[in-house]
């Protein structure tokens, strides 16, 4: 991996930037603010952005600007848990799926297929039954859900890729099947590995949002992102800043690690 | 089937064909066009069967009963009027109940009879149909015998004494059964059609009916399509030509769809418009007899010292909630039985009763609180407010969470269970604090009084009072309706004092409509609403 | 080939037999039933009701019980609705299927074009083009997006009507909110993809040899470079064609996306099973049928029983 050509690279570090940005938003924007996430002002229901709240109060009058940071460690949280977890086991099934071939290749994908074909919804409650209500369960639901298709998309280019002349030479010189996914090929299927990440992300924290309605989110008054959107949508004809501030945050942040993606796998292609 | 809906298109056609071509005939415009005698209903949810002897919800109970009619109808100001029923008797010890009934037809042409009576409660008890609103019958002698396997249907009493004459008798007197059966469960059915298709209730074509409106179309998750049917006995007041009922779901879409002109009425109103809408053209806000309350588990501490129950139940602010939170004009409850049951004297049990059974009253609270071991909320223990996950629900409890934190440092979680797990877990008493809200199954205290006594099914509180359930078998058993609702009286003054529940407010049901929409009758319970003498103006 | 098909269905099957048993297991394991409501129902109705739908038999006897309907094509009736099941989905598949069909074909033809036009020249302004309206694409989940476009083109300009399922304009919508995602994807994937392509050395040849750009893309950079979108596609169609049931509950679009939630949400024990099977055989499919676009998009590419002579070469070779 060339680290210069990383650290050099403008994409990479604008999108740390914001990145960086929306970590201190999470962790310092409530001392910030002052306020917290919960507070309700039942006389300041449903008020514009201002000089008292950043972004505006809600419709039980809790200040936007606090609850969007809490939004953020919530949701970013969920962004990176789920795709650290998609990572290492869709790439390790993918890869060893795609390289073994046969009927190795078939039942994985198969039992791929099997877990895929699961209502989603159904072993999220019973999840939620066993587990109890919060965080932990989600990342393991989202998680258990989005490997596959990164599992997926691996196992498709490898099956190509190990095709290719340099597979042929390097088997030829006896390296071992490890050396060859983890030097050749996993690289080379760096950027739909990426690309997948990026769409990762974004959908686990919406399928967490809308887990949220059916009680099997996060408890209120804690809201993610998603759920500060959603409640935004309902203002959205007479409160419009209720969704616009969760929305742009979400988008910055697709924006910030759709760039830094980019940026490892021009340094990954070298 | 669909050869005859193909033909009668083509006919229809064919005529509309000649219609237009009927080339350079002036067609006679009135001087004023009059607007089409047709409303647009949004049900908002796709009802689960259109049997009436399976259908259980207010969605379902709302279709059918603006096409089907009863022994009785609810008029314009909740009393009862003769339906297909022209007048009854009920005799001295209040058991048997004779109906003489009309003249009517079914759709089809078919007499309705007294038999079409009996058939179609016999039906909703036959213990093949399953219905899971057989109960509703339960008052008949034999009924439930017959329900549950061991008794015949021969020895369920009702009779038809003749074509037109219905005799039914009850196990024990109850004057709230007379209202019952206006009730969609016990709508008759044409028996000749049940017999020859038991599937009618699937498809809109073999479906048969005897109210104000008959169905043309239903397309699933669309709409439902009812024009006028002509040969109701009582269609000389029926104004509407047309009726579509929409199955749009989600309520925001429905707004959108109201604002471009494609809907008139929508049964619910998206809360963030409420205080926009409010008081001025397309929200009109009507009675609803049903009470929003939180349930204590009085089996666990501390919800087992009534003291704890009462002090939160005086130290949050009602006014403040339903002003700022629920919008919707609702009635701080200070007692149990809602606003909109009647009594024996005819007027409002609360209005005799009074809705002022205890006050919000900080000081006390606290001096309760402190009495009962927690000053100041000082040990109290870890307790959460157990809730479903519809929006409204969350955000009062975490309202009411905020409240006791600060009028009382008392601190509370709130849990949000999907609706099925939040229902078992409200079963199995497996919450400190639940929300509830219970609505009447028919208009008389009773359907609220009898929640809470000893193992009731739905009691789910664990509370258990002898002079409460010996009061509510006091009423049961009185024919004398002033000692009945006398007893019931004494009764809610119990379940207050000791709090098991926990009131909250009295239910308003705001509905959007467009001034146009005239005659609609929105009852405060069991339908969403009757367009017998609907029109538009 | 022939073997190589037979071989998947085979396994399909005893994949949907394990889907059937897994989702059977789990549904009966959370609480809640068809049944259970907040008024609670006197004993003898509720026993009436657990025979009529045989819920009082042993799990294992409706187990087998239901895997006998099945196999006569029979996916029993629905527990909540007074339809079948079969009746919900022959009524219900054939709109979420058009709606899936236009989304596909919609986000394949941008999509493409996207990634096309960004990976040709990449690092100048089309490119950035493209990446800001993809980034758009991920980071507005559907039901905001729904909601915007309804508040835009229905509430503001009146140019759409806001719901409802019938002509060309009530598509307009909701294939747009289904499609920002996927296009987006597949912009990305297609210009990752490409540019990777566009590096290989017989490319060079190709330029080199005087070959239009055109001519290089469409002989030879295009099916070297859609293996990842194809790959995609196929879980994709079969998501999109069953129905979403954010889009169609906000748009009143009548598919069959909204009964896989409303199904788990009623404890509609047919209806999951129903439904569960219907999606596991789609997606089997669809994926069946990209790996047969795999073998004719790289003729490199074995799969199990697909080249008998390689696996013969593979095994001498030790």
């Given at each position: 991996m060339d680290y210069k050509r990383l650290k050099g690279n403008r994409r990479v570090a604008l999108g740390l930037a914001i990145i960086t940005a929306l970590l201190l938003l999470a962790v310092l924007g409530p001392g910030l603010s002052?306020?917290?996430?919960?507070?309700?002002d039942l006389g300041l229901t449903n008020q514009p952005p201002g000089a008292g709240h950043w972004f505006g109060t809600d419709s039980l009058g809790r200040d936007l600007f606090t609850r969007t940071c809490y939004g953020a460690r919530i949701s970013l949280a969920i962004g990176l848990v789920t795709s650290a977890i998609c990572l290492v086991l869709g790439v390790l099934y993918g890869g060893v799926s795609g390289y073994a071939g046969g009927r190795v290749d078939e039942v994985m994908m198969r039992l791929v297929e099997v877990i895929s074909s699961i209502p989603f919804l159904l072993y999220v409650i019973l999840l939620m039954v066993v587990m109890g209500p919060g965080l932990k369960a989600v990342f393991i639901a989202l998680g258990a859900v989005y490997w596959l298709t990164m599992a997926r998309m691996v196992r498709g280019q490898v099956l190509a890729l190990k095709e290719r002349e340099y597979v042929i030479a390097a088997r030829a010189v006896g390296a071992g099947p490890w050396h060859i996914l983890s030097r050749h090929l996993i690289p080379n299927a760096g950027g739909p590995i990426l690309v997948t990440m990026t769409l990762i992300i974004p959908e686990a924290i919406f399928t967490e949002a809308w887990l949220s309605f059916l009680?099997?989110?996060?408890?209120?008054p804690m809201a993610s992102w998603g759920v500060l959107a959603s409640e935004g949508l309902e203002g959205l004809r007479n409160y419009p800043w209720q969704l616009f501030f969760p929305a742009l945050l979400i988008s910055l942040t697709m924006l910030a690690f759709n760039l830094v993606g980019e940026g490892i796998k021009e340094a990954l292609e070298n | 089937m669909k050869v005859r809906v193909i033909l009668t298109l083509a006919v229809l056609a064919v005529f509309a064909l000649a219609g237009c071509g009927g080339g350079g005939q002036t067609v006679d415009k009135p001087a004023q066009a009059k607007a089409p005698q047709l409303i647009r209903y949004n049900l908002c949810t796709e009802p689960e069967t259109l049997d009436p002897a399976q259908a259980t919800g207010q969605p379902e109970g709302t279709v059918l009963s603006n096409m089907f009619e009863g022994l009785v109808r609810y008029g314009p100001n909740n009393e009862i009027r003769p339906g297909i029923a022209r007048e009854w008797s009920v005799s001295a010890d209040g058991l048997i109940y004779t109906f003489k009934l009309r003249e009517a037809k079914w759709s089809n042409g078919d007499p309705v009879t007294a038999r079409d009576f009996v058939y179609s409660w016999l039906r909703l008890l036959d213990p093949k149909t399953a219905s899971e609103y057989a109960y509703q019958l339960f008052y008949l002698k034999g009924a439930e015998e017959y329900n549950s396997g061991q008794g015949k249907s021969e020895e369920v009493a009702v009779r038809a004494k003749d074509e037109l004459t219905l005799e039914v008798t009850l196990k024990a007197p109850a004057p709230q059964f007379l209202g019952l059966t206006a009730y969609p469960s016990l709508f008759p059915v044409n028996p000749r059609v049940d017999k020859e298709s038991p599937d009618w209730a699937k498809s809109m074509d073999k479906y048969v009916v005897n109210g104000p409106f008959r169905p043309v179309k239903w397309d699933h998750n669309q709409r439902i399509d009812l024009v006028k049917n002509e040969k109701y006995w009582d269609a000389g007041s029926v104004r509407l030509e047309r009726l579509e009922i929409y199955l749009v779901d989600n309520i925001d879409t429905g707004y959108n769809m109201y604002q471009a002109g494609q809907?008139?009425?929508?049964?619910?109103?998206p809360t963030q418009e409420m205080a926009r809408l409010k008081g001025g053209n397309g929200v009109k806000i009507y009675p609803d007899a049903s009470v929003y309350f939180y349930r204590f588990n009085v089996t666990k501490k501390p919800f087992n010292d009534p003291r704890v129950r009462r002090a939160l139940a005086m130290s949050i602010n009602r006014l403040e909630l339903v002003d700022k939170v629920t919008q919707a004009n609702q009635v701080p409850a200070y007692s149990f039985v809602p606003i909109g049951i009647p009594d024996e004297t005819g007027r409002d049990f609360r209005q005799n009763a009074?809705?002022?059974?205890?006050k919000e009253d900080l000081a006390e609270a606290k001096r309760l609180l402190a009495e009962a071991g927690y000053p100041d909320g000082r040990g109290f223990p870890r307790v959460s407010i157990l809730t479903n996950a519809h929006a409204g629900h969350q955000k009062v409890a975490q309202a009411v969470q905020q409240m006791w934190k600060q009028n009382l440092g008392v601190e509370v979680g709130v849990t949000v269970q999907e609706w099925q797990v939040y229902n078992d877990s409200q079963d199995k008493l497996n919450f400190e604090i639940c929300r509830a809200g219970w609505g009447p199954d028919y208009l008389d205290p009773m359907t609220f009084i009898d929640l809470f006594v000893t193992n009731g099914g739905n009691n789910d509180t664990g509370w258990s009072n002898r002079e409460y359930d010996a009061l509510v078998a006091k009423a049961n058993a009185a024919a004398d309706p002033k000692v009945r609702m006398e007893a019931m009286r004494q009764a809610e003054k119990i379940l207050i004092s000791e709090m098991p529940v926990m009131p909250i407010y009295f239910y308003t049901n705001p509905n959007l409509v467009r001034d146009s929409v005239k005659g609609v009758i929105v009852p405060p319970f069991a339908i969403s609403a009757d367009f017998k003498q609907a029109y538009i103006e | 080939m022939a073997r190589f098909v037979l071989r998947r269905l085979v396994t399909m099957a005893l994949s949907l037999w394990l889907i059937i048993t897994v989702t059977f297991v789990i549904m009966h394991s959370v609480p809640g039933g068809p049944f259970s409501s907040e008024k609670k129902a006197p004993p003898a109705v509720l026993q009436n009701l657990n025979a009529r739908y045989h819920l009082d038999d042993p799990h294992w006897k409706q187990y087998l019980d239901y895997l006998g309907g099945l196999a006569a094509g029979d996916l029993g009736p629905s527990f909540k609705y007074d339809r079948t099941v079969n009746e919900i989905i022959s009524q219900c598949f054939p709109v979420s299927a058009l709606l899936g069909a236009v989304t596909v074909l919609f986000s394949l033809a941008v999509g493409l074009s996207l990634g096309v036009v960004a990976a040709w020249r990449p690092n100048c302004w089309p490119d950035y083009a493209a990446l800001g309206l993809s980034t758009i694409g991920f980071s507005v989940p559907s039901f905001i997006l729904s909601g915007l476009l309804m508040y835009l083109f229905a509430f503001r300009l009146n140019w759409l009507p806001p719901a409802m399922w019938g002509g060309w304009q009530h598509l307009v919508m909701p294939v747009l909110a289904l499609s920002a995602l996927p296009t987006a994807f597949i912009a990305r994937l297609m210009r990752s993809s490409l540019l990777e392509v566009l590096r290989q050395d017989y490319i060079r040849t190709a330029r080199a040899k005087g070959l239009s750009p055109a001519g290089i893309l469409f002989n030879h950079a295009l099916k070297n470079s859609l293996l990842p979108v194809v790959t995609y596609l196929g879980p994709l169609v079969a998501g999109v064609f069953t129905g979403s049931f954010v889009v169609e509950t906000i748009f009143a679009v009548p598919g069959l996306g909204r009964y896989f939630v409303t199904g788990v949400l009623n404890r509609d024990y047919t209806l999951i099973l129903g439904l569960t099977i219907f999606y596991a055989f789609f997606l089997m499919l669809m994926n069946l049928l990209v790996d047969l676009v795999y073998l004719l998009l790289d003729p490199r590419i074995r799969l199990a029983g697909s080249g008998g002579d390689r696996d013969g070469l593979q095994k001498a070779q030790g």
């Open positions: 002052g306020q917290t996430y919960h507070q309700q009680g099997l989110g996060v408890s209120a | 809907l008139d009425f929508q049964e619910e109103v009074g809705n002022q059974f205890f | -």
